[in-house]
């Protein structure tokens, strides 16, 4: 099943840079970026109360509320980076450089959550970084 979701994430992503790309014609990047925040959290407390989750936010733990936050704060970097570039850039170079957070996502788990890094891992890190650099030359 996460791999259906993952697939989802995957389509929804792309969708948003196009979205984006259309959306931010004329607009301050930043503007743009807190517009789509504001949309990005009504349908997160919407799903959190369809769901009935609310009685679950007292449990949260205190280092879960700092980790939670702290990735709040890199998702809201990344966003506004991401809006500026697309906004500077084309669509397609900016989307291929971004995901070059797979290839980061990777080394950073390795050393911060003791993941193993295989031989096909590191190929296809490889794979990714090649196919990045040959979009955007």
Do not use: H, P
Not at 12 to 22: D, E, G, N, R, V
Not at 69 to 81: K, P, V
Not at 85 to 94: D, I, W
Not at 101 to 124: E, M, P, R
């Amino acid at each position: 099943m996460w791999m259906v979701f993952a697939l989802l994430s995957a389509f929804f992503a792309a969708l948003t840079s196009i979205l984006a790309k259309i959306g931010i014609n004329g607009v301050n990047s930043n503007l743009a970026t807190a517009v789509r925040t504001v949309v990005v959290v009504a349908m997160s407390w919407l799903m959190v109360f369809v769901t009935n989750q609310q009685s679950g936010l007292s449990e949260i733990s205190k280092k879960s509320w700092i980790f939670l936050i702290l990735s709040g704060l890199a998702t809201g970097a990344s966003w506004l980076c991401y809006y500026r570039a697309l906004q500077l850039g084309s669509v397609a170079e900016v989307a291929a450089i971004d995901k070059l957070s797979i290839v980061i996502t990777v080394f950073l788990a390795v050393i911060f959550l003791q993941d193993t890094l295989t031989i096909k891992t590191l190929i296809g890190c490889g794979l990714i970084t090649a196919g990045t650099v040959l979009m955007v030359w």
